[in-house]
């Protein structure tokens, strides 16, 4: 079992392990996170677990959260790495994807040589040529999600492939620089095809690196974020940069993106950032909501978690 990465989150060390496995540890009596590690959130009002009083709103007719695959959506995921790592599979399956392609099903397909592979899966140049030909099938189908996550940037040190460049002292910069160029030939391939006038491009990131031997040089006071951006979007907004928004505001963010209408622009606790809604962390700041999701229900532990 390999190590993929190690992080400080608070009082406590995060040791990630090849199989998904997470250990925390600490010297002092309890764990004290100076950031959320994981989150519950409800996407849906669906729910057929038959409780006469409800105070979700949930029930049997609660509309489910896959809403491109309810509006005949053909979808797809595409990641280099292992689809069972933390759960994607089971994540994407059940929420309406057709179809998953990692790096085990791609190498039934395909033969890969050992330059083309890292420690997590497949490099992403790679993985970026096997898209086009998975998207020019999907596009085939009329309506259809591709989904694919990179991995070459991932910690503790991300990946060198063949056509990283050399011209900076960090690694990650070359890195970097390298993966900017991959997504922009990707996103020019797109432009050229038939299919991209009516279809959106959503780029996402997941978090800043926590490899912080790359960023010791960045001034304590700078805030670092992702990298999101919407291209081709069917809605436009002036409110483009300074707001505070969570991963939960790019559900509707995506959907209204896409055309579609989002009746009061909310998605259970994500906000359509096309519009002047304010989000909950623009409403309640972030110490608050921090303190809010990692708050425990001892009923849903004994219930649902089934935790002792």
Not at 61 to 74: M, V
Not at 182 to 205: A, P
């Amino acid at each position: 079992m390999g190590l993929l990465g190690r992080y400080k989150n608070g009082n406590f060390v995060t040791t990630i392990l090849s199989d998904g496995t997470k250990v925390r540890e600490t010297k002092d009596d309890e764990f004290i996170p100076s950031f959320a590690e994981n989150m519950d959130v409800k996407i849906c009002n669906y729910c057929d677990r038959g409780c006469k009083f409800c105070h979700e709103g949930s029930s049997l007719h609660g509309k489910f959260g896959d809403i491109l695959n309810e509006n005949g959506y053909i979808q797809e995921l595409m990641i280099g790495s292992q689809k069972e790592f933390a759960g994607t599979d089971k994540l994407f399956l059940q929420h309406g994807f057709d179809k998953i392609c990692d790096i085990n099903s791609l190498k039934q397909e395909y033969s890969f040589k050992s330059n083309e592979l890292n420690q997590w899966g497949l490099d992403d140049y790679k993985l970026f040529e096997l898209a086009k030909n998975e998207i020019t099938q999907l596009a085939q189908t009329g309506k259809f999600n591709f989904t694919m996550a990179t991995i070459d940037c991932h910690m503790p040190k991300g990946f060198l492939c063949k056509y990283c460049p050399d011209t900076y002292e960090n690694r990650y910069e070359n890195i970097y620089a390298c993966q900017s160029k991959l997504i922009n030939s990707f996103i020019d391939w797109c432009k050229s095809q038939s299919w991209y006038e009516n279809t959106t491009i959503v780029l996402v990131g997941d978090h800043p690196t926590m490899a912080q031997q790359y960023v010791n040089d960045v001034p304590s006071d700078y805030q670092r974020t992702t990298y999101n951006c919407f291209i081709n979007s069917k809605v436009t907004t002036d409110q483009i940069k300074n707001r505070q928004f969570t991963h939960m505001d790019m559900y509707p963010t995506t959907l209204a993106a896409m055309g579609f209408n989002i009746e009061g622009n909310k998605l259970a606790l994500g906000t359509n950032l096309f519009s002047e809604l304010p989000t909950i962390i623009e409403k309640y700041g972030q110490d608050y909501i921090n303190e809010e999701v990692q708050k425990s229900s001892e009923y849903l532990d004994k219930n649902i978690y089934q935790f002792n």
